[in-house]
């Protein structure tokens, strides 16, 4: 396998090393910090000198912290799809609450509020995301282009698997290089050299300032293992094992290692959300649901009071669909047709469908047609955020069309998603597009955090693309 010469350019163009991540995570939380800091100067106006070193020390140290956090997560994807921006913004309202804190008690509580502190309340938090989303979008180019080295790795296995590694993209473009490598003829399962040749290989690791031992092979050669292991006990050196059937195929993710047992288990495949994951967006789908169906209570009466009236039937409908693991539940919605199919045998929207009523057409452009499903949310049937449940029907047709489909229901289905608020929402009736909106909602699944819970439902309710291809 060979690299592309533009690749192979960007490499050779590297010039930015750094000893790890960490680093790389705490000079980015500095600078942020230090922007905080300086942006609290602009209290010194009104204020006196020992409030606004106080202000400003607490500013830069709280907000450099949760920079530092925010920054770690960031760079082993380089992800700009996530909502960075918003978890700066998120960021400044402890910050500031904690140097309003010392801004009251450096001042014996007897603090003059004024126009001061509501410019640098709200002048702050801006400054600072425009700052965040330049620095990560920069370092998202440079990784891309390989020019940061935050990484460095020693290879030791067959030739052919090394070759394959060296040539994958992936581990320069998450600032990563190998710098050495030692070949074994038959991979782990060939006689393995002496110890004192494998301590002289982690010897020259580390010599290198390589963090990372990489072992290409698979569980079978135990024992090889674990005489590859030892000679590099004596070295502050990470081991660690890449399977071979990974570097030939890609089918199969290593996730994370789980205690079980006298020995631990390697986790192939992970639940989207933890304990403290499902905690956290159980909490906000019954706080954010009870509220929006609280608020939106008068706008609910009122349209399924004109649905009523303007054509025959009830203002409500129920439809099956399958759901959470495969569960199916029946989704409650406005009906905004004619018809009123149960979901195992029904045809899908179309521009200008002649079953759509004008009310319907109207609550359709305008997703008022789901609302109801805040009902589903607080059952536990539904998220406010995941992906959008299709009819029983189309679910099976859609399972059939595209092999990655039916991984939507390891979580549970939204009343909108990241498919959606990307413009991915209505006709499914190629293959780019089921494949299109499938590939949303996995990265969704994947990627799940309450913050891009949060970013999605403002996007939903704020962004255009929301609305492409309703009908």
Not at 205 to 232: F, M, R, T, W, Y
Not at 363 to 376: A, V, W, Y
Request: charged share 20%; hydrophobic share 45%; proline share 6%.
């Amino acid at each position: 396998m060979t690299l592309p010469v533009a690749q192979s350019e960007a490499r050779r163009r590297r010039r930015i090393q750094l000893p790890s991540r960490v680093t790389l995570a705490n000079g980015i939380a500095l600078v942020e910090g230090l922007a905080a800091t300086i942006l609290s100067l602009i209290l010194a106006v009104v204020h006196p000198p020992w409030l606004v070193i106080g202000v400003a020390v607490t500013t830069g140290l709280v907000y450099g912290a949760l920079s530092s956090q925010a920054a770690q997560k960031f760079l082993p994807l380089a992800d700009l799809r996530q909502p960075f921006a918003l978890h700066a913004a998120f960021s400044w309202i402890p910050t500031a609450a904690l140097a309003l804190l010392v801004a009251l008690a450096t001042s014996r509580w007897s603090l003059s509020w004024g126009r001061t502190f509501g410019a640098w309340l709200v002048v702050s938090p801006i400054v600072l995301v425009a700052l965040r989303v330049t620095i990560y979008r920069q370092l998202a180019k440079m990784l891309a282009r390989g020019q940061l080295q935050v990484e460095r790795f020693g290879l030791i296995g067959d030739a052919d698997s090394i070759a394959r590694l060296r040539a994958d993209p992936h581990i320069w473009q998450q600032g990563g290089q190998i710098v050495t490598s030692l070949t074994l003829p038959e991979g782990l399962s060939s006689p393995l050299p002496g110890p004192d040749i494998i301590a002289d290989f982690a010897r020259s690791c580390v010599e290198k300032n390589c963090q990372h031992v990489l072992l290409i092979g698979d569980l079978e050669s135990i024992e090889a293992l674990s005489n590859l292991v030892a000679p590099c006990r004596p070295y502050a050196l990470n081991v660690l094992l890449y399977p071979r059937s990974v570097v030939q195929n890609g089918k199969i993710s290593l996730v994370d290692t789980v205690p079980l047992g006298s020995v631990n288990s390697l986790r192939l495949l992970s639940t989207p959300l933890n304990d403290t994951g499902r905690f956290l967006k159980r909490s906000f789908d019954v706080g954010a649901g009870a509220l929006a169906l609280l608020l939106l209570s008068p706008l609910l009466v009122a349209v399924a009071l004109t649905i009523r009236l303007t054509s025959p039937g009830p203002a409500l409908f129920r439809q099956e669909r399958r759901g959470f693991n495969g569960r199916n539940f029946y989704i409650l919605k406005f009906r905004s047709m004619r018809v009123m199919e149960n979901g195992r045998n029904m045809r899908q929207a179309q521009v200008n469908d002649p079953r759509i009523t004008p009310i319907g057409r109207f609550i359709r452009r305008t997703s008022i047609d789901e609302l109801p499903q805040l009902i589903n949310v607080l059952r536990g049937e539904m998220s406010l955020v995941g992906p959008r449940p299709h009819a029983i029907s189309h679910d099976d047709e859609l399972s059939g069309k595209f092999e990655l489909y039916a991984q939507r229901q390891r979580i549970k289905p939204g009343i909108t998603g990241w498919a959606q608020v990307n413009g991915h929402r209505g006709d499914t009736s190629t293959q780019d597009k089921i494949e299109a909106r499938t590939l949303h909602d996995l990265y969704y699944a994947e990627n799940w955090s309450i913050l891009l819970d949060f970013w999605i439902v403002l996007l939903t309710i704020f962004s255009p693309r929301t609305r492409q291809n309703a009908h």
